[in-house]
Nanobody
Framework: QVHLVESGGGLVQPGGSLSLSCAAS????????MGWFRQAPGKEREFVAA????????YYADSVKGRITISRDTAENTVYLQMNSLKPEDTAVYYC?????????????????WGQGTQVTVSS
C-alpha cells in the first residue's frame, strides 16, 4: 500500500514554531521531488515549499520564504517542514505530496500522491 502520512500539526500562538513530518511508505521517492501545500477554508490549495529528493534544490512560496524550511531524510523516506515565526494567515490544512516530474514545481497537477493533511492553527 502507498501512504503519505503527515504529522505534527496543532495549535500555536503567533510567532511560534511547528515542525511537520511526512512519512512515505510503499512509494519510491528517489528521482522525484516532494512538496508541501496548504489550503485554508474557502481558499484554493497553494504551494508552500518543495525539495528535490537529491536535496540539491529547494523552492519556497514568497509568503513563507525566510520563515519555513523544507528538508528530507532519505534513509527514513520522510520530508519535513520546519515553520517558524508563524502568523495567523498560515492557518490551513497542510498536505505533502510527491511531484512526479522530479522538479519540485508549484503546480499541484504535477503531484501524483497526496497525504491526508494535518491542521495547523495559528491563534492567540
Amino acid at each position: 500500500q502507498v501512504h503519505l502520512v503527515e504529522s505534527g500539526g496543532g495549535l500555536v500562538q503567533p510567532g511560534g514554531s511547528l515542525s511537520l513530518s511526512c512519512a512515505a511508505s510503499g512509494l519510491p521517492l528517489s528521482g522525484y521531488a516532494m512538496g508541501w501545500f496548504r489550503q485554508a477554508p474557502g481558499k484554493e490549495r497553494e504551494f508552500v515549499a518543495a525539495i528535490r529528493w537529491s536535496g540539491s534544490n529547494t523552492y519556497y512560496a514568497d509568503s513563507v520564504k525566510g520563515r519555513i524550511t523544507i528538508s528530507r531524510d532519505t534513509a527514513e523516506n520522510t520530508v519535513y517542514l520546519q515553520m517558524n515565526s508563524l502568523k495567523p494567515e498560515d492557518t490551513a490544512v497542510y498536505y505533502c505530496a510527491r511531484d512526479r516530474t522530479g522538479w519540485g514545481t508549484r503546480n499541484p497537477v504535477t503531484y501524483d500522491y497526496w497525504g491526508q493533511g494535518t491542521q495547523v492553527t495559528v491563534s492567540s
